[in-house]
């Protein structure tokens, strides 16, 4: 079967197309005939090598999969040849893409407990947008961050696949969407996806954007600042966040694609009794709710493209350049 790996960790070019065998499912686990998966920021953070994460080699990367079960385990039930499929790629086997082999292959064996059906409604392209991204927003912003109705959320890092996750799910819940972008470009889209405020750092301090768009916020007193921000990057805009969020408002993080060392000006914490909430990822309930709202209308994954498996290279090294908004679908087949 047609499959993308790489051999050893180094730059986007150590990724190959190569065929390899076909697998074969165990008891407990069902064959699927991988349609579509996306990309996902960790991606090329694999590829390189990650400090403490002990990748086997040779990899398949690729953790956000639709697809469809052709064949049953002889141990499994409850599901049917035909049905088509998420995967939650996540379990205590670790992770795909990371330490397990990913979807970017024709067929894969998956654990039955492990995959989740996909809606009438919802396409494979939808589908494939989940659960890091999409679920992880879910999780952060509400199952984590309790985000509310009403309440103004600033999003760090907007055009990316968390990103433009976060503006979608907030916006359906009411909240007003500052989306942050370095791009100038980028911002139409952003306030097409539902952002009420955008800020193009290229030219503007995101910090005194939100003052001028809500005032300075007080140690004392209402007003000032958003109620949320959501900062997954991490590095020097880390210790910023700070300074825009209202007293007793939440800083939400569920990564650091900019540094996980970022310095941290303490004072903010406890003079403006701000709260930070972290999130690891996403459970299957999320997974699950993003799901169903999809299929009843309440919003639609932003997809940048949809391209052949064999366009991964070119891909990757667009993610790597934020030359993209949202989420990047590779159709998986034959050649």
Known sequence: ???IVFDDHGPIDNLVERDIPKPVPDPDQCLIKVSSVTLNGFDPMVMRGI???KTPLPMIPGADIAGTVVELGSEVSGVAIGQRVGINPSSEKGMMGETRRGGLCEFLAVEVRSLVPIPDKVTDHEAACLPTAYGTAHR??????GLKSGEKVLILGASGGVGTACIQLAKSAGAEVVAVTSSKAKTPALRALGADHTIDTSSTDFVDAVWKLYGKPRTRGAGGG???CVNYSGG???ARSFRAVRRGGRILTCGATGGY???TDIRYIWSFEQTIVGCNGWETSDHVTVLDMIADGRFKPRIDRVIDMGEIRAALRDMVERRFIGKIVLEVGPA
């Open 1 to 3: 079967m047609r499959a």
């Open 140 to 145: 952060m912003l509400f199952t984590r961050g």
């Open 226 to 228: 958003v109620d949320v």
């Open 236 to 238: 020097e805009s880390w």
């Open 261 to 263: 060392d970022p310095k």
């Open 51 to 53: 400090p403490g994460l």
